[in-house]
């Protein structure tokens, strides 16, 4: 198993640019979300699913849509991306919640919008 | 809502050394509680959970933990430093029972382990 993929490693945007950073788990996890990473903040959930078609709003959803269309994939979409969305994204999955089953995260993209 | 304040952003060790990285929780339920690290440049990786059971938790790489709800404490804790523990650790809480998709982290502690 390749476990949870994140795609791009890396990205640099211009303010008002928009981009999708892709997720992707082949353990059937029922469960995926995303969080942001920013020094000294810990991490923060932005959105979450726990399964195909059904997502919900984390703790700083501004700015970022998601969707679920299959259980593998789970991409994050910045319409109109703003210097603030400067940050380390990681995707976690889990076969049902996190405080159930062990949550297992990508290697992270790092963003960086000028 | 629950919330977890880890004192110490950065706790220095030297190797062999006892390692103690402090977790407090605020939760208004019962919680469950977890420890995560993160090597350099990669996700997270669970190293340990309280989900109710034993208050004292064994996690991976000799690290365990003891859930205090008289001190709402968690605190992770190894006997002996080793220089691949050097990381950083995340603290986090989420409402027990049920399905809870949500776990708030806290901010962080950054381990240097010197030789």
């Known amino acids: 198993n390749a476990g949870v993929t994140q795609t791009p490693k890396f990205q640099v945007l211009k303010t008002g640019q928009s981009m999708t950073l892709q997720c992707a788990q082949d353990?059937?996890?029922?469960?995926m979300s995303w969080y942001r990473q920013d020094p000294g903040m810990g991490l923060r959930l932005i959105h979450y699913s726990v399964g195909a078609g059904i997502t919900d709003q984390g703790e700083v959803p501004n700015g970022y849509n998601v969707s679920r269309s299959t259980t593998e994939d789970f991409p994050l979409r910045l319409l109109s991306a703003a210097p603030s969305q400067t940050s380390v994204y990681f995707c976690?999955?889990?076969?049902?919640?996190?405080?159930?089953?062990?949550?297992?995260f990508g290697p992270g993209t790092r963003l960086l919008v000028l | 809502a629950q919330s977890v304040t880890q004192l110490g952003s950065h706790v220095s060790v030297s190797e062999g050394a006892l390692v103690l990285l402090r977790c407090n929780y605020s939760?208004?339920?019962?919680?469950?509680l977890f420890w995560y690290v993160q090597y350099p440049n990669q996700g997270l990786q669970l190293l340990l959970k309280?989900?109710?059971?034993?208050?004292l938790v064994k996690g991976i790489n000799g690290f365990e933990a003891e859930f205090k709800k008289s001190e709402t404490s968690f605190h992770l804790t190894k006997p002996s430093a080793h220089m691949s523990d050097a990381a950083e650790y995340f603290c986090?809480?989420?409402?027990?029972?049920?399905?809870?998709?949500?776990?708030?982290f806290g901010k962080g502690t950054l381990l240097t382990v010197n030789p």
């Open positions: 976690a999955s889990s076969y049902s919640s996190p405080s159930q089953e062990t949550q297992y």
């Open positions: 353990m059937n996890h029922e469960y």
């Open positions: 309280y989900t109710s059971a034993a208050t």
């Open positions: 986090a809480v989420s409402r027990s029972g049920g399905s809870n998709y949500k776990l708030t």
């Open positions: 939760s208004s339920v019962p919680p469950y």
